[in-house]
């Protein structure tokens, strides 16, 4: 199972002292999206340019085009990083239900989706609540993704819940925005603990009506199951 996870990311976004004009590949890419990222979600999409992102790096302007286009394919990896992963799992995940019982499937998948904004850098996973995130048309193919998500949500709750009990609400919906409670979490300066990821994913098999007795043994299977996913 993954670690504790803490909060990542580097203080003091500007100031790196020179503009070194490297074009590297690999790292100097995670360092625009790092500091990307925390410009992001410190000053709002609109307030940073591409020009405040590469002093920030300490690289020319022009270097950083030789990673990314512009500023919106810079914001659409970050976008992508806080859902992708999730969705690309999601197919595996769910064939744990054979073997382990769809209570499992949820429960594992809730900690993976926790994890996944609990790493994302300087709190990535807040930029889609940006309102000028928001307005972007390059949104809504991340709100498309995001639906995905909640499809399998969806689905997943679906083999364990009435979903008469529920007519007046998509079980995916809600149980997407309580693990979105990580984001909240990391904009208090807390952070994600095992014990609070726990809290998340049991909460998550309460609201769908999984037994009380059931979801201690759902934890601890889904405990040795999860870091193949990792």
Not at 34 to 48: I, K, M, V
Not at 89 to 105: F, N, P, Q
Not at 159 to 179: F, I, S
Request: glycine share 6%; net charge neutral; charged share 25%.
């Amino acid at each position: 199972m993954p670690a504790t996870m803490t909060r990542t990311g580097r203080p003091g976004v500007p100031g790196r002292p020179r503009h070194t004009g490297q074009i590297a590949t690999g790292s100097a890419r995670e360092d625009i999206l790092d500091h990307a990222a925390c410009l992001f979600t410190s000053r709002g999409y609109a307030g940073t340019s591409t020009r405040d992102i590469a002093e920030a790096v300490g690289i020319r302007q022009s270097s950083l085009y030789y990673h990314f286009a512009d500023k919106g394919e810079i914001l659409s990896e970050l976008l992508d990083q806080t859902i992708r992963p999730m969705t690309d799992k999601v197919k595996e995940i769910e064939g744990l239900a054979a073997d382990h019982g769809w209570a499992t499937v949820l429960y594992v998948l809730v900690l993976l989706d926790a994890h996944t904004l609990a790493v994302a850098p300087h709190n990535a996973g807040m930029l889609p609540r940006l309102p000028d995130v928001a307005r972007q048309p390059l949104f809504e193919r991340s709100k498309a993704v995001r639906r995905e998500l909640i499809d399998a949500y969806d689905r997943i709750a679906s083999h364990l819940t009435d979903h008469k009990r529920h007519h007046d609400l998509r079980l995916g919906n809600v149980l997407l925005q309580l693990v979105e409670v990580v984001v909240s979490i990391r904009r208090t300066g807390d952070t994600l603990t095992d014990t609070k990821r726990h809290a998340i994913a049991a909460s998550a098999l309460r609201i769908c009506d999984v037994h009380e007795d059931q979801i201690w043994t759902v934890a601890i299977t889904a405990e040795r199951l999860v870091g193949q996913f990792t």
